[in-house]
């Protein structure tokens, strides 16, 4: 598959996942529909996250998704490192390495790494809240990812 085919099953993608995120985030703004249109970018992310993860897979190969997650990871990287988040900068460059020596459709192209990449969707909002309160912690940011992941694969294999 090529890099637009999969970015549009990882919009279509998005388009059948859209309703249950949209009833996880209203359930945790206690199904208020005042708060959860004030979630408008929530949903706005989930997108982006699930293009995002329909690209992840293909890091393993120079290709056009690692052009484009590299271009997204060397901003945020640069501003970890400019406002002194050193630690945070490191993490993400020592996972970026990783990709380069993988072998094409192997370990990235595996359903364990569609669940465990995007985890730190799940891990960072604890760190940065201090608690593990279930309805913020970036369910839906991780269940968008690895569903745009998953179309990577499935699209992969009816190949
Ligand atoms: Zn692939």
């Known amino acids: 598959m090529t890099y637009g085919q999969h970015v549009r099953w990882g919009i279509f993608t998005y388009f059948l996942a859209f309703i249950p995120i949209t009833i996880w985030i209203s359930y945790s703004q206690n199904w ?19 293009i995002i993860g329909s690209m992840m897979p293909d890091l393993d190969i120079k290709s056009k998704s690692k052009t484009v997650v590299y271009s997204l990871l060397i901003p945020i990287d ?23 020596v993988l072998k094409h459709r192997g370990m990235l192209h595996s359903p364990v790494a569609a669940f ?13 809240t ?8 970036g369910v839906s940011y991780y269940a968008a990812m690895v569903l745009g992941y998953l179309s990577h694969l499935i699209t992969d294999r009816k190949e």
């Open 32 to 50: 208020s529909a005042i708060r959860l249109w004030d979630r408008w970018w929530e949903m706005v992310l989930c997108f982006i996250l699930c």
């Open 116 to 128: 465990l990449i995007p985890a730190p969707l799940l891990i960072i909002p604890i760190f940065l």
């Open 78 to 100: 640069l501003v970890l490192i400019l406002f002194m988040y050193y630690r945070a900068a490191a993490i993400i460059g020592f996972f970026a390495l990783i990709p380069n």
């Open 130 to 137: 201090g608690k593990v309160d279930y309805k913020q912690i």
